[in-house]
């Protein structure tokens, strides 16, 4: 059962935690927008600070929301998990907060009570007796029974989140072949969140290009080798850019190229932004193109079509 839902409005966040004015502010290292592994990592600097620990104060921004703060009082914060762009924040009272940052919300940790200089509004404020969660201008905000959160409409449309542990490899390649996905070219399927949420225009092109998949192909017409690496790779490549803060190169490569003194936006990626630059493996320049809309790379060479 939805218990109040409040209307829409996206993600930003970042890292300081020990920082002289004791404030986490997540700041972005590149102006496009976030994707799974972003949006994770975000989570993961606000849960550090929430996670287990006691709500000694919860307030609500938003209106229809405020008579929720007397239940959730006194909870634990059991965890923070990412669905695709979502955030849901879990609590041993048997309630879920559902929030979505959209394009102007963004979630600064600080020290209990030390609140940041801003005009933006607060929507949501979780208090424990060290640190203070705060998200600010986000109006996508609902609370749920833990129970009734997979009815929200939002999570009823997207797909398995990308870092879900429960994914595998098997279960992207059954979905690939699923009769919702199969006839469609990649390079849509790839940016559709009814296929895996949390992936995104950097990814799909890393993805793409590590598989050795021209973009317009179709799942239905790989071979099953073909389908498995891609599969494997979906996950590979999300995973390590997770694990190297947006990275998609392996990680020995990235250093060596930081090493030459490449910057971390020159250094981070195989294809994606790198139009007319060697293609890493084969040395073919590399393409630029359009397609569903955004911008898309490719090595001729190594995704022929």
């Known amino acids: 059962m939805q218990l109040q839902c409040v209307v829409p409005?996206?993600?930003?966040?970042?890292?300081?935690?020990?920082?002289?004015?004791?404030?986490?502010?997540?700041?972005p290292r590149f102006m496009f927008m976030?994707?799974?592994?972003?949006?994770?990592?975000?989570?993961?600097?606000?849960?550090?600070v929430l996670k287990n620990k006691t709500v000694e104060k919860i307030e609500f921004g938003l209106q229809?929301?405020?008579?929720?703060?007397?239940?959730?009082?006194?909870?634990?914060?059991?965890?923070?998990?990412?669905?695709?762009?979502?955030?849901?924040?879990?609590?041993?009272?048997?309630?879920?907060?559902y929030s979505h940052n959209q394009l102007y919300g963004v979630w600064r940790v600080v020290r209990?009570?030390?609140?940041?200089?801003?005009?933006?509004?607060?929507?949501l404020g979780i208090h424990t007796d060290r640190h203070s969660a705060l998200l600010y201008s986000a109006s996508d905000i609902s609370v749920w029974q833990t129970g009734d959160i997979e009815e929200h409409p939002f999570l009823k449309r997207i797909g398995p989140d990308i870092l879900s542990p429960n994914l595998t490899w098997q279960l992207v390649a059954e979905r690939l072949q699923s009769k919702a996905f199969s006839g469609r070219?990649?390079?849509?399927?790839?940016l559709d969140q009814a296929f895996l949420a949390g992936l995104g225009n950097y990814l799909?092109?890393?993805?793409?290009?590590?598989?050795?998949?021209?973009?317009?192909?179709?799942?239905?017409?790989?071979?099953?080798?073909?389908?498995?690496?891609?599969?494997?790779?979906?996950?590979?490549?999300s995973r390590?850019?997770?694990?190297?803060?947006?990275v998609t190169l392996p990680e020995r490569q990235y250093r060596?190229?930081?090493?030459?003194?490449?910057?971390?936006?020159?250094?981070?990626?195989?294809?994606?932004?790198?139009?007319?630059?060697?293609?890493?493996?084969?040395?073919?320049?590399?393409q630029r193109s359009t397609a569903n809309s955004r911008r898309i790379y490719t090595c001729s060479t190594c995704q022929p079509i």
């Open 240 to 246: 390590r850019s997770y694990a190297l803060e947006g």
């Open 256 to 286: 060596a190229l930081k090493k030459q003194g490449a910057t971390y936006g020159k250094a981070r990626f195989f294809v994606f932004g790198r139009a007319s630059q060697p293609c890493r493996v084969c040395r073919t320049k590399i």
């Open 185 to 190: 070219a990649l390079n849509s399927v790839y």
């Open 9 to 27: 409005r996206l993600y930003e966040v970042g890292d300081d935690t020990d920082s002289a004015r004791s404030e986490l502010t997540l700041k």
């Open 204 to 237: 799909r092109s890393e993805i793409l290009f590590v598989a050795g998949i021209h973009p317009g192909q179709k799942a239905r017409d790989l071979s099953k080798g073909q389908l498995g690496k891609l599969a494997r790779t979906t996950l590979d490549i």
């Open 64 to 97: 229809p929301l405020k008579k929720f703060a007397k239940p959730l009082k006194g909870s634990n914060v059991l965890s923070l998990e990412t669905r695709g762009k979502a955030l849901l924040t879990h609590f041993d009272a048997g309630l879920t907060i």
């Open 112 to 123: 209990r009570d030390k609140l940041p200089t801003t005009n933006r509004q607060l929507r």
């Open 34 to 48: 976030p994707e799974g592994p972003e949006i994770r990592r975000a989570a993961d600097k606000v849960e550090a």
